[in-house]
């Protein structure tokens, strides 16, 4: 595993650059889906992805909701803890996936892809390590929520940073992850990987 420089760490970087998505440029996103080697593996990974970035847009707004007075704490306490334990279980899913199957494999088909996956694979311990402080700052919410007043407030004024760190970090990691590893299966088609 290569140590990824700082500048490039999921919580520093902005996009990421051309010698690690080399063959973005080659593969723009809106042609993706009209190219012959697009199947049904980069169609899969895509979905995922975005049902990723939809949960975790929909809990956010759960969450708005009810720092809003749109939901009340009865209803708002029935699903919370339910749906954030689906979503992060969902997610942990995919990148155990990611780094046990998938990533292994992109780096065996050349030699520079491998910087890259090291790199996205440090994104996942990020990932993890901020999902660790999103359920803990859930546990702490859960009880503030049943003093009420204005420790429920700054329960879920905390809740809601921390869960917005994770979605900002996680939304930056996957359409990074779209650029390396579309591309690629539409160089390489799908076959290395079935
Ligand atoms: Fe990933
Ligand atoms: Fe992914």
Redesign the pocket.
Known sequence: MHTISDNLRLDKRRALPDEIAFLRAKYPAPQWATHGNYGELAAFWLQVHDALREEGRALGQATEDFREGRTDMAAFQRVFAVRLRGYLQHLEG??RI?DAHYFPRFRRLDERLVYGFDL?EN??EIIHGQLLAVVESAQAFMQDLARGGDAMRYGADAYAERAGRLLALLEQ??AD?EEIVIPTILEHSERPFR
């Open positions: 995919h990148h990611e996205l994104d996942h990691h996957l992850e």
